[in-house]
């Protein structure tokens, strides 16, 4: 058996509970022989900011490169927003997203069918979703230059972003995409505003050209305020979406209220050949420290890193089916609790799916 390194970024607020929920499987597997990983923790966001003065210190670069994967908990919280942004613990997953080159974020909004009344749509729209997001992630509108802010002659202050990308960066992404639609119901949707933006009227022109080398995916084109507005409006008509760096923040945030909770879904940032994953949700600081955080985001991403990184998809479809099994046994943290279901916090969610894997092998 290969030994696999992991570098395990627990973060700020709440994720340093979740993260060492996944740990816990990671360390379970690894004792009982059915892998060998070998973990390694470190710093990022407002964490790293407080140990080191950087959100992002070299030391967690070059630990990262050298992971076979690497699983994030959250960063950031009110503590360090009085900060400037470039020691935000936000530019820390900037930064590794960026040095990574980590182009390609797949956030996929699935409903579980037993969480189908958790969502605050009604159940005959959202039963049946489900839609992989891909979102283009290290490029946009995030990292355009020039940027900033500036005084102008007249005294006025005048901010500014630039919306830029390039053929090869589409390129690669709506590849992903379509890649990504062969392997499910081979349909694909863009989503620009290439009606108002020429940068998104690139986009649209490549991902049509990139389309010619994948005949059987049928593809088609949205606005991002029409698809903001399917997707709620019926969300089943989607089955993979490609879109930019900030419409993807957006579309993906709005698509995770389909399944009922943030604190479900997990996600893999793909670049070749670094990795990394994390729940999509943020570090809730309102409820860090108190146990009650939703471990089940991380563990997803857990098992999103076995089936594209480690190349163990067995272990991933166990890890799915064990998070299954304790949503079927009524099992729910406080954001995701129903009547009739049973209220428990993140570490007994945690023993749960490992009970529950644990079931799986024997
Ligand atoms: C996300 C988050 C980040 C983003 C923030 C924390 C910088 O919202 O991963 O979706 O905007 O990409
Ligand atoms: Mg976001």
Redesign the pocket.
Known sequence: MTRKTILLLPGDGIGPEIVAEARKLLDWLTAQGHASFYMEEGLIGGAAYDQTGNPLPEETVIRARQADAVLLGA??GPKWEPLPYEVR??RG??GI?KVLDLYC?LRPAKVFPQLVDASTLKREVVDGTDIMVVRE?SSGI?FGNPRGVETMDNGEKRGFNTLVYTTSEIERIAKSAFQLAMLRQKKLCSVDKANVLESTELWREVVIEVGKSFPEVALSHMYVDNAAMQLIRNPRQFDVIVTT??FG?IL??EASMLTGSIGMLP?ASLGEPFALY?P?H?SAPDIAGRGVANPLATILSVAMMCRHSLRLPDLADRIEGAVNRVLDQGLRTPDILQPGTQQVGTVAMGDAVLAALSESFS
Do not use: A, F, Q
């Open positions: 960063v950031g613990p936000e997953l900037l997203r974020n992630l995030y760096n900030m923040d993906s945030d996600s994390e999509i943020g």
